[in-house]
């Protein structure tokens, strides 16, 4: 029997069904149509061009601008019996002219290459000589000038279309916003490309966005939920991201720092062990994760707020690949925001760039200070309708208005009262009444608006002020190190015309071990089933042997699967999700094993 898409699902991958619009897509490309896919992290982007090339004559050229995701995905191709291989500067010649000669003649089912090599005299005339099957475009976002990661080898790409007419093309990625996508189909002239367009939610992330009181503590405490799990931290300086990666090391946790500061070498070898080991926290500057195909990532945390809604989305979108349920946790807090309008403006850019880093800036602030769910706020920034999510901490745990009203006119007199010249430290001093050198030198105790304040505590007053900040009726001046300002949109407020509801800061409760299952998803894990850590150890092993990433051999999802229903026979394990023909030949017999031992 011929082969089918399913079929190929089925017995290479090891998967019951196809996800979403994984086989609208497989099937216009293996019709030879070009498609553009618009997918989020983890949605299965991959078999969309995987299985097209198994089921269609010759190779497919995989086009993806980063050296260690290719050598991963191609080790992951192999264990699944695929021939596939890459062509890239980290291999030596002779291995390369291997390469080549097995390509040209017809050898090979996927072949991926970086784009500045695809480019080149040498490899277009090995294009020529071989047949090429589709041309796979992976992180296609890179053509976008606009975005972040553009790279300017992308643009030569539409030239593949004028060489190769025939060869149906794909390109993917997980940059959602309009103007990207308009400018990926005119760059690379897919003009006459399906668009598939994926929900972009990821239901198995669980949102959690914290006010920064202690951050540490609140780290740890973070953390303490995720013992022994692989995730990933971010930091915005150098500096911090090393004293974070000390304090974990020093609480227990395997944690390692990954910054541009640090040498090559150490980096690649940090980036290794991450992706290789198992429960490796890595600390890192926003230079980490582009490329990081590892499934298992638990969570994602930010101890200082990203730049924009993308970025949070972006990095977040890192954890859970697998589908398995996973966290993004941030903490923010007002001096967060306040550098961030200062590094805007001092930077080079002109006016109207500096206007949509205030914007996109705004976007994100207000998604920290929403008061209703933010999977629904997330996913509308990008253009998508939904509902209340039921999983994230503002759905788990809604935030208790109180009216703030009195309180914010004590805080905007205050400003005012002393010269709109203070930042947020001094004017809740006087606030609170209280006697410091700096309240004697200006003789701000004579006040009538000193001490007005000493019912709330200094954390009450700061969330006030945060929130003043943030709906504009403060703003902060940091051409004169921070001085509070009152905005028109104050006036109202202090006339008593206008009603300000604020969010209670959230009670000490947030640490309640809230580790519900998410509302879909593959719920609860018991992480301590002795016979999962005992499937882990041998995965380790045998990843070690081979040299390759411990999801190369086998998911978490899978392993669970397995502990969960223990398989006696060859034919009951091949029932479980991730276990293709060759893998049960591989590994079936040891992973029986495991289970009789178990
Ligand atoms: P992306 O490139 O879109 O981020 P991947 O192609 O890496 O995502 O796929 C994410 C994960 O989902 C992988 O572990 C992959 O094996 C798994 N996956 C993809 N499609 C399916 C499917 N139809 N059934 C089960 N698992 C799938
Ligand atoms: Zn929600």
Redesign the pocket.
Known sequence: MPDTPLSL?NRIFG?P???GE?AAIVDTVVAGGDALVL?P???????CFQIPALLRDGCAVVVSPLIALMQDQVAALKELGIAAEFLNSSQEGATAAQVEREFVSGQLKLLYVAPERLLTPRFQSLLEQARVSLFAIDEAHCVSQWGHDFRPEYLGLSALHERFPAVPRIALT?TADTATRAEILTRLDLGAARVFVASFDRPNIRYRIAEKSDPRRQLLDFLDEHKGEAGIIYCSTRKKVEETADGLKQAGFTALPYHGGMDNDTRRRHQEKFLREDGVVMVATLAFGMGI?K?DVRFVAHLDLPRSVEGYYQETGRAG???EPAEAWMAWGLQDVVTQRRFIDEGEAEDAHKRIGHAKLDALVGLCEAASCRRVALLSYFGEASQPCGNCDVCLNPPTLWDGTEAAQKLLSTVYRTGQRFGAGHVIDVLLGKTTEKIERFGHGQLSVFGIGAGQTDKVWRAVLRQLVVRGLLEVDHTTYGALKLTAAARPVLKGEETVMLRAIAAASSRRKSRLAPSSGAGVHDDEDPLFLALRTWRRETANEKGVPAYVIL?DATLREIAARRPATLAELGEI?GLGTKKLEAYGEAVLGVVAEG
């Open positions: 699902l998967y069904a196809f996800r994984q997918m992290t983890g949605g299965g982007k991959s078999l997980a195909d499934p690949r697998d589908g998911h999700s």
